[in-house]
Every structure is written in structure tokens, then in C-alpha cells.
RNA sequence: GGGCGAUUAGCUCAGUUGGUUAGAGCGUCUCGUUUACACCGAGAAGGCCAAAGGUUCGAAUCCUUUAUCGCCCACCA
């Protein structure tokens, strides 16, 4: 060895400190000024950041979403395009509101015990602390975001563009305000979205029973303190049990409320379930609700807002829980019990408050989704300005004509499977947080618009939007839309999106709806799905379980690198991913190799040939020279195949065998013995610097500190994150 | 009930359009350290690819059936 090497060996640490490193690269990069495309030149490539919920720290599951983002981003700023990466927070109205709440709880204070501004003030304030706390976790681990056009969805731009899309697509007669049976949340006391609920199977009592001794047909209900609400009974028409009574009327005093009950044929009941017959419940019960409109039936409310029972009597003000008690002991009274069955049922239970749903009728603002509009822009293929489509037709169509593309092909089974069921969807809260809804009411008017109407005694709407309302817009909003900016003619539609799977119909497919309609643009060409991360156990992550992990601290203790290639090395993009600690050991070692093999390298050679090192397949190459030039040449072929195909883990698999085992094990160790001969010494020094060369440019989308700090060490004039991908 | 998927080495998982002896990480065992790295090297053990049938010159891969497991959607009252 030369004595400039003993100084290489003697300079840099015989193993690589990710802490030492981490935060000045990161800091190199950002001072760069490379994060932001006005900086770079190429055809565009864009992507956004699914906004995390600033509902206080990332999880490791994060960590997962923003490495595979970033693997593609730095793939493709590698590939001289001019790449835009949008940062940003979701506000995430319910569960934010709801995790402030219980913050307060802990305090001895309740919600009511502020007014709407104190209480948003206190909202705020914890958002903003999550968003620092987030911000700080995104960069550590070395996301290549452009912070300069960072985007909350509760910012000023965002809410103009949330109010010029409301106002725009009430016009265009998208939303209406309607009377309908909706879920009620009872903890929350909020309206939320079928998305937003969670079936749990729980164990219930069914009563089989009549509402009086001389009512002809027997009903099952689960709920019969609903009962006093029913209208109807409702058979199946060709039952011929029941035929005989079809379109006759009864009157009852149920439980001390007086009853009129019409019996029905509706195709809808099943004949075989229960005593065949359905007591029909219109105002607290979906299903119900729907027959009832299709027999013109009245809606007759008995329970509030708070689960608690309207009717006078015995159930008068009782919780419903315990009216359903005083019922079946009435029944029992009355001797018309006649079966009481365990079974086994679904409850709808709300996804943030847990609170069982009470399905109740109330006036709601809702987007219509089977309604024909006059389309009324459009860039799309197949669809002309003008045409007559309905929401759940766009919704279908922009995917079957292949303008957007779903990488995993049965993800657009399942997306397309979620349309056909689709129905209205109701997005008004009764939250304080969130963008208020732009209608005001004076007297019996309704006035829609962008800005407050002029004028005295108008109030605005007291509700606020469903997140996801706000994160539709997500592709066009944080572009300027609707103003028609330059970052938005640049950059929209973007190229893709990286989202879990698990927010494909409340994020994925609102974004289509909501971008694809006031636009006509679809908002990516892409879809690119993600599994989820599950502990070593195969369990998700959860606070109750107490089985959660900081990326922070796994980052702290093998360095952001290890965890990165540990979280996308053994698993194919759409499947979960099994978080084990000991993956994130094995891959430090690996980012320790990388170091060690740059080290060998690095004080092995001359930097005299630093700049030389492109210069390819010199004359009198040794067998271990070709051997190692042309497995160099499959790596970088096999790489951006795989990059480009989106197969991540093959990507990294395939640079581990090679770094490892040819270059390190093979290629280095025939070096040894080449580099002390004079006629190979310069051959040998060129072909390690090449490798050592192209082995970082290909692993740094995976590996972005190790890479970035080594390729310091072979002076080059621009940083690895701008470099040429190798070809 | 409707839809989507999984089953490959002790554990966690790969395996692109079907193509020679099915791979990796971790773990286990043996040997090795004046040598870039012990966060290391050399080597080894370990799999009738869930089961049965079919298509094919050829199947972990395609088809059918079965079993087991998982996820999503859905208020059978």
C-alpha cells in the first residue's frame, strides 16, 4: 500500500456512524436547493406526499410509505427529470378534534366548556406542535421532499380551493342538502361517512314477539326499542304465509306508544330469515329507510342525537340500551314474547369515537354520485365537454380507458367492486374543526358561494367538511388550483401516487371523483398501492396493544439507511410487511459494508485516476476483472428494470448479492493480489473506482446518506442526488 | 352474504411474461483473524413450493376442486 493510502485508512473511521453522518447530509441537500424543481431541468415527473394526519407522531408505517416514495423520487431525479415531491399535513378534522378532546379530558375540561374559538385555538395549537414533531421524523429519514411548496389542507389556499369546489359543484347540481337517514355518531355527536364506520361482531339477543296480541304476524328484531318507530311490516311478495294480509292496517299500543302498521310486500325481505316478516323502522335504520321510500312511508323518529328514546311512557328519556331491557320486560308482561335466540351480529361502530352508530334522519349536505351532469371541462379521452355523466360513470371510466393506471391489477378489481356499491356520500360534520360549509341562510334563503353574500342577517352553516372533502383535492390544491398557476400547467396531472392500500377508497378514489370532476384532468396517472407494516408477530401496530415503534429511535440506533432498505428488502409492493428489528441489524451491517468496501477502495487508488474512472473495458483485463465488469453491467440492467417495474425489493436484493458478494467477496479480494502487480496495478485501481462509482449511484435511492457521504470522498462536482443514473 | 388475496428452508419473505441443480435476510453448525470491514471471511445443514387432479416437451408459476388462514365491503331484520 501507498503511503496516501494509510492516510485514506487512517482518515476515515473503520466503521460507518450514521449519527455523525445523517443530519449533514440531509442539511447538504436541503442548502442544495435540488429538492426543488425550479432548480433542475427535464420533463416533469410529480408526485404528493399522502398528507400525514397531524394527530401527533409517524408511526413506522409511515416510514414505509415515504422510503418507497423516495426510492422512485431519487430514481427519477437520477434520471435528469425535473422532479417535484409535495410535502404536506392533513388537519384530519374527527380524529384530531377527538384527540384534542381527550387531552382535555385528562385536564377535568369538556369541549362545551369553550367557545368554538377558544376550543379551535387549542386545536391549532396541538396541530402545529404534530407537524413539527412530523416534519422533523420525514427529514430524518432523508425524504427528498420540497419543502419550499409544503401544503396543509386547512391552510388559506387550501381553503379557497375547498370553497370553489363546494360552490362549483353545488352549481352543477353535485351536492344537495337533503333529509335523510344518515349515521350518527352519539360520542362524537357528528354525522360520518360509511367509510368512516367499523363492523364489529358482537353478541346479541334476538326477540321474536308481536306488537299486540291481536297483531297476525310475529317480527324478530335485535333492537326492539325501536319498535315504537316502526310503520310497517314488511314480507316478501310471494310468501304465501303472509299474502293475505298485504295492504291491511293495524293499530297497536306498543310499550305505551301507539302504533299504525301497514304491512308491505317488498322483494327486498327475505323469506327464510326470522319469522320471514321485517318490522319496518324508517327513521333508524338504513335499510329500513330505503323501503320506507319506496312505499311512501312515513319517517317516525323516536330516538335523538344523544341515543335516547322521544317517545312518551314508559320509555320516555331512557338511554336506548336500557329502553331495549324495559321493552322485552313489557313484552314479557304482555306474554308476546315468543323466542329470545343468541346470535352473533355486525355493529356499526364509529372508527374514531367507537361509539355504536345510531342511524338517524337528519338535513345533510351530500355529494350526489348516480346524478348525470354536464360535464363541464374536459381533457379526458371519450368524455367531451357538455356530455351528460354521472360521478360514479367518471369514476369507472377515466380507469377502464386506461388513463389512470393501477400498477397491482387486482386493486382496480377491488376499486371497481367499491363503485357498483357505492352510495351517496355525506359530507357535512358537525365538528368545529374544519372548513366551514360556504352556504349561508337568511330566513328560508340559501345562498352557495366562494365569499360571504352581502348583506345584513345572513349565517354561515355551522358544519364543517369530512376530511377527506379537503385531501380529494389534495393533487390540485397544493398546485395553486384554482388559479391556473404555472405549477399546476407544469405539473398536473402528477405522475403517480403512492398511498396504502387501506385509504384506496376514501383518498385514492375521492381524488379521482373530486379532481376528475372540477378539472377534467385526472389527478395521477398512477396508482402505486402499499401493504401495511405489522409487527413480528404479524399483528398491526396499535396503542392498545402497545406494540408501536419509533422510526426516531430506530433510526438512532442503526442509522436511516439500515431501516430504509430493511423496510422494502423482503417484500413486494401491495403485500404487508413484517417489521423485525433483526432485518434492520442485518442492513446496517450492509450500509457498514458499503462504507468499508468505498474505504478499501479509496486507499487502494491514485485520485489522480478519480476522473479517468469512465473510461470502460480497458486492454489486458484479468478473468476476475471481466468476471466483475460484467456483472457491473447486469446490476445496472437488473436495477432499473426493476426500479422502473416497481419492483423495489428485487431492486435492493439484487444490489445486496452484487456489492456483497461479487464486488466485495470476489472483486476486492482479487484485487489484493492484482494491485501488487505493475502490469495489472492500474487496470485493477480504474475497474475499483468504477464500481465503487456506479455501486453508489445505484444504491443511493435506497441508501441515501451512505452513498451521498462516500461519493464526497471521489470529488465529484455535483452531489450523488443529482448524478446521472448509471446505464 | 359479496369481493380480493395468501399457503415456498427453524423464523420473515422473494421468485418478472411457465424453461436447466427453487433464492435471500435472520437463526443454526464447522473452520478461519499480521490482511477494508468480526457490523468480517470460507464452508455446511435445512424445502415431495398446503393437498388432489388437469393443461404442457416442461408447472412453485396456468386451470379445476379441496383444506386452512387473512384482508376489504355489507345493518339477515
Redesign the pocket.
Known amino acids: 500500500?501507498t503511503e496516501n493510502s494509510n492516510e485514506k485508512?487512517d482518515e476515515m473511521a473503520?466503521?460507518?456512524?450514521s449519527r455523525a453522518t445523517e443530519d449533514a447530509i440531509y442539511k447538504l441537500w436541503e442548502d442544495s436547493g435540488f429538492f426543488n424543481p425550479d432548480n433542475l431541468t427535464g420533463e416533469p415527473f410529480s408526485m404528493m406526499l399522502p398528507p400525514p394526519n397531524v394527530t401527533g407522531t409517524l408511526h413506522i408505517g409511515h416510514a414505509y410509505e415515504e422510503t418507497l416514495q423516495d426510492i422512485v423520487i431519487r430514481f427519477q431525479r437520477m434520471q435528469g427529470k425535473k422532479v417535484l415531491w409535495l410535502p404536506g399535513t392533513d388537519h384530519a378534522p374527527i380524529a384530531t378534534e377527538s384527540k384534542v378532546v381527550k387531552l382535555l379530558e385528562k385536564e377535568g375540561k369538556r369541549k362545551t366548556d369553550f367557545t368554538r374559538e377558544d376550543f379551535l385555538a387549542r386545536v391549532n395549537k396541538f396541530a402545529q406542535e404534530s407537524h413539527d414533531t412530523i416534519v422533523n421524523q420525514v427529514k430524518k429519514l432523508g425524504a427528498s421532499l420540497d419543502w419550499s411548496r409544503e401544503a396543509y389542507t386547512f391552510d388559506e389556499k387550501r381553503n379557497f380551493a375547498v370553497r370553489t369546489a363546494f360552490k362549483t359543484m353545488y352549481d352543477l347540481g353535485l351536492i344537495y342538502r337533503g333529509d335523510r337517514?344518515i349515521n350518527w355518531d352519539p360520542k362524537g355527536q357528528t354525522t360520518i361517512s360509511?367509510?368512516e364506520?367499523?363492523?364489529e361482531e358482537r353478541k346479541a339477543k334476538?326477540y321474536t314477539f308481536k306488537y299486540s296480541a291481536d297483531f297476525p304476524i310475529s317480527?324478530?328484531?335485535?333492537?326492539p326499542e325501536t319498535k315504537v318507530g316502526d310503520v310497517a311490516v314488511a314480507v316478501h311478495p310471494a310468501d304465501d304465509r303472509y299474502k293475505q294480509f298485504v295492504g291491511k292496517e293495524y293499530d297497536a299500543i306498543f310499550c305505551e306508544v301507539p302504533i299504525h302498521i301497514k304491512i308491505i310486500a317488498d322483494e327486498?325481505?327475505?323469506?327464510d330469515?326470522?319469522?320471514?316478516?321485517?318490522?319496518v323502522t324508517p327513521a333508524?335504520?338504513?335499510?329500513?329507510?330505503e323501503i320506507a321510500q319506496r312505499h311512501n312511508l312515513p319517517l317516525k323518529t323516536v330516538i335523538n342525537e344523544f341515543a335516547k328514546m322521544t317517545v312518551e311512557g314508559l320509555l320516555k328519556d331512557k338511554k336506548t340500551t336500557d329502553a331495549r331491557e324495559i321493552v322485552v320486560e313489557w313484552l314479557r308482561s304482555q306474554n308476546l314474547l315468543e323466542k329470545e335466540e343468541e346470535?352473533v351480529?355486525?355493529v356499526?361502530t364509529s372508527e374514531r369515537t367507537g361509539a355504536v352508530i345510531e342511524?338517524l334522519p337528519k338535513l345533510q349536505w351530500f355529494i350526489d354520485v348516480n346524478k348525470d351532469f354536464a360535464f363541464p371541462h374536459s381533457e379526458l379521452a371519450g368524455i367531451k365537454q357538455g356530455d351528460a355523466i354521472s360521478l360514479k360513470k367518471l369514476m369507472r371510466q377515466v380507469v377502464e380507458s386506461g388513463a389512470i393506471k393501477f400498477s397491482q391489477?387486482?386493486?382496480q378489481?377491488?376499486y371497481f367492486?367499491?363503485i357498483n356499491?357505492l352510495r351517496d356520500w355525506c359530507i357535512s360534520r358537525q365538528i368545529w374543526f374544519g372548513h366551514r360549509i360556504p352556504v349561508w341562510y337568511k330566513d328560508s334563503e340559501i345562498y352557495c358561494g366562494i365569499e360571504a353574500p352581502t348583506g345584513e342577517g345572513w349565517t354561515q352553516d355551522s358544519d364543517t367538511l369530512d376530511t377527506w372533502y379537503s385531501s380529494g383535492l389534495w393533487t390540485t390544491s397544493t398546485l395553486g388550483w384554482p388559479e391556473q398557476t404555472k405549477d399546476f400547467k407544469t405539473y398536473h396531472p402528477t405522475s403517480l401516487v403512492m398511498p396504502g392500500?387501506?385509504i384506496l377508497?376514501p383518498w385514492v378514489a375521492r381524488m379521482i371523483l373530486m379532481t376528475t370532476s372540477l378539472t377534467g384532468q385526472i389527478p395521477f396517472k398512477e396508482v402505486l398501492l402499499h401493504g401495511i407494516v405489522?409487527d413480528?408477530k404479524?399483528r398491526k401496530f396499535s396503542k392498545s396493544l402497545g406494540n408501536g415503534v419509533d422510526p426516531l429511535e430506530i433510526i438512532e440506533q442503526y442509522g436511516a439507511d439500515a431501516l430504509r432498505i430493511a423496510l422494502i428488502?423482503?417484500?413486494?409492493p401491495g403485500?404487508?410487511v413484517?417489521f423485525?428489528e433483526?432485518?434492520v441489524?442485518?442492513?446496517?451491517?450492509f450500509?457498514?459494508?458499503i462504507w468499508?468496501?468505498a474505504?478499501?477502495v479509496l486507499?487502494n487508488t491514485d485520485t489522480a485516476l478519480m476522473n479517468t474512472t469512465s473510461s470502460r473495458k480497458p486492454e489486458g483485463l484479468t478473468e476476475a476483472d471481466k468476471e466483475v465488469l460484467a456483472k457491473l453491467d447486469e446490476v445496472v440492467i437488473a436495477t432499473t428494470?426493476?426500479i422502473e417495474?416497481s419492483?423495489f425489493?428485487?431492486a435492493a436484493?439484487a444490489l445486496?448479492?452484487f456489492a456483497?458478494?461479487e464486488f466485495?467477496?470476489?472483486y476486492?479480494?482479487a484485487s489484493?493480489e492484482q494491485l501488487l502487480d505493475a502490469n495489472q496495478k492500474e487496470n485493477t485501481q480504474k475497474i475499483l473506482l468504477y464500481n465503487l462509482d456506479v455501486t453508489l449511484r445505484l444504491l443511493h435511492p435506497f441508501m441515501p446518506f451512505v452513498t451521498e457521504e462516500l461519493w464526497k470522498n471521489l470529488k465529484k462536482e455535483k452531489l450523488l442526488l443529482i448524478s446521472e443514473w448509471p446505464k
Open positions: 500500500m485508512l473503520s466503521s460507518y456512524d337517514v360509511d367509510d364506520i367499523v363492523h334476538m317480527i324478530s328484531s335485535t333492537r327486498s325481505v327475505e323469506k330469515f326470522g319469522t320471514g316478516a321485517l318490522g333508524h335504520s338504513m335499510i329500513d329507510y346470535v351480529q355486525n356499526s342511524p391489477e387486482n386493486y378489481k377491488v367492486n367499491w356499491n392500500y387501506e377508497f405489522r413480528n404479524g428488502f423482503s417484500t413486494a403485500n404487508d413484517i423485525d433483526q432485518k441489524k442485518g442492513m446496517k451491517h450500509a457498514n459494508k468499508n468496501i474505504r478499501f486507499a428494470a426493476h417495474a419492483r425489493h428485487e436484493q445486496y448479492q456483497w458478494y466485495a467477496d470476489k476486492i479480494e489484493k
